[in-house]
């Protein structure tokens, strides 16, 4: 099985995701995500789908799980640089992916979560 | 074919590895990273090759390749992830990857860019 690397970079943990998902790689890698949260202490994830061409409702639902399962560690989920086809045939679908936050590439999505991280020590 | 996504993050690209390379894809990740180094002016390639758990002769080869390359277009290349067996096998293999750095991850190889840059700009 293809386990997917979990990169650190400062309190952000990366993902690319470059595999077409399969459950048990899916599931592989929220396990793996939720310990590096928690070994970590990290405050945002970033993963990064450029290389996906197709995005369907099985992926959708694992981006929002992983989204789910990080806020209740206290970190936020962007997802990057998805391409605009993939936008297109995922409203086309009626996939919104709410609850997951998005970005055009990894720079942007770092400075979402840094000013995610601003706004949330400011407004507590 | 697979096509690895290249990341970029401030002046450095980060291209992590997660499939087995064949020909086309390394010929493919080689001129899409020239091309990209070109095109944003990085300083720094860092080549995550965490999730391999073999590295034979030929993604040697290629390491060493991309590392030559991205120096003639004045960027350092580090190696990071490298698992412990992998470098075990390398050297019984008598592969040294002569010419390319290595860091144990990716804080530690932007770390190395960051020095490699400061030594290089007091040096001139």
Chains 1, 2 share one sequence.
């Not at 599931?27 to 789908?49: C, F, N, P, Y």
């Amino acid at each position: 099985m293809v386990r997917i690397p979990i990169l650190r970079m400062g309190d952000c943990l990366l993902v690319t995701i470059q595999v077409d998902m399969q459950d048990q790689t899916a599931m592989a890698l929220q396990e793996d995500l939720s310990d590096r949260i928690a070994a970590t202490g990290a405050r945002g994830v970033l993963i990064d789908i450029s290389a996906l061409e197709i995005v369907d409702s099985f992926v959708g639902r694992m981006l929002a799980s992983i989204s789910g399962i990080a806020r209740i560690l206290d970190a936020t989920t962007v997802v990057v640089g998805m391409q605009p086809a993939v936008a297109i045939t995922l409203v086309e679908l009626g996939l919104s992916l709410e609850g997951v936050r998005t970005a055009l590439n990894v720079e942007l999505g770092m400075e979402l979560l840094r000013r995610a991280r601003l706004e949330g020590s400011l407004g507590r």
